[in-house]
């Protein structure tokens, strides 16, 4: 995170975010219940079970409240230098 944001749907906020970190935690959940059955550990979930690929972190402008992946907020940052 060494790079200027900017909110690409407010235009103003270049300071105040919330930084938000995603961790996945793969799990096996009952279909009738939602109880869970099986938690995975070290991305072992089997063949049938995608790792998760999104981004590890998304950036919340704390003006307007958009919630976006960070690549956003850096390109508009970069559109308005």
Known sequence: MSNPYLCPNC???RS???LIQQVA???KMDARS???IEQYEDNNAGPLHM???GPELRVQCATCGL???ERM???RAQ???
């Open 34 to 36: 939602g109880d869970i």
């Open 73 to 75: 907020f850096v390109k």
């Open 25 to 27: 935690t793969p799990v």
């Open 16 to 18: 105040r975010f919330n």
């Open 79 to 81: 559109q308005q230098q």
């Open 51 to 53: 790792t998760y690929r």
């Open 11 to 13: 235009k103003t906020n």
């Open 67 to 69: 919630v976006e992946e």
